[in-house]
T-cell receptor
């Protein structure tokens, strides 16, 4: 079945540094989503990508939909302490309902002030 | 709008006990779903519903039942809890054109 491989699993960075994480798949996705989960809360959508090659920004966050449609990356520039959390990539499960998502295992980000 | 509301926030069960995790949304979304989140495993789909009266299985449905008698509510039932069901459970909804909205989760421990 479809799987998303997300890396790195965790990152420990200094405040002000840039962060990069990515997600790959052996199968093609037509949509890539990036969610953030704060401690004790549910995931919240950060960026949605709908076209191969698309580069989209949301404040200090930038995400790209890979040209092969099998990968995506998320960059965070000039990290701040509130960036702490778990970041998930996700894509539609084409074997089920259009609402069903497959998630990567997450990248846990820690930021040292 | 409250969005997606899950109750309870925390629950401890003994093996073999039953309970229902509640989920309600006030956005008139047709699609609702339940995920479980385990350390290092990401979120995995348990059951989902594309509208009132319609439910289907996700990736990890065993040990769980669902029903959808109204658009607003989508309860998840554990008939006989097992330690392997210790997890954080998230309910989510959308209208098919929007991203999933998640609740804040129910943290379940089965001893």
């Amino acid at each position: 079945g479809q799987q998303l491989n997300q890396s790195p699993q965790s990152m420990f960075i200094q405040e002000g540094e840039d962060v990069s994480m990515n997600c790959t798949s052996s199968s093609i996705f037509n949509t890539w989503l990036w969610y953030k989960q704060d401690p004790g809360e549910g995931p919240v959508l950060l960026i949605a990508l709908y076209k191969a090659g698309e580069l989209t920004s949301n404040g200090r966050l930038t995400a790209q939909f890979g040209i092969t449609r099998k990968d995506s990356f998320l960059n965070i520039s000039a990290s701040i302490p509130s960036d702490v959390g778990i970041y998930f990539c996700a894509g539609p499960d084409y074997g089920g309902s259009q609402g069903n998502l497959i998630f990567g295992k997450g990248t846990k980000l820690s930021v040292k002030p | 709008n409250a969005g997606v509301t899950q109750t309870p926030k925390f629950q401890v069960l003994k093996t073999g006990q039953s309970m229902t995790l509640q989920c309600a949304q006030d956005m008139n979304h047709e699609y609702m779903s339940w995920y479980r989140q385990d350390p290092g495993m990401g979120l995995r789909l348990i059951h989902y519903s594309v509208g009132a009266g319609i439910t289907d299985q996700g990736e990890v449905p065993n040990g769980y039942n669902v029903s959808r008698s109204t658009t607003e509510d989508f309860p998840l039932r554990l008939l006989s809890a097992a330690p392997s069901q210790t997890s954080v459970y998230f309910c989510a909804s959308n209208d098919g054109n929007s991203p999933l909205h998640f609740g804040n989760g129910t943290r379940l421990t089965v001893t």
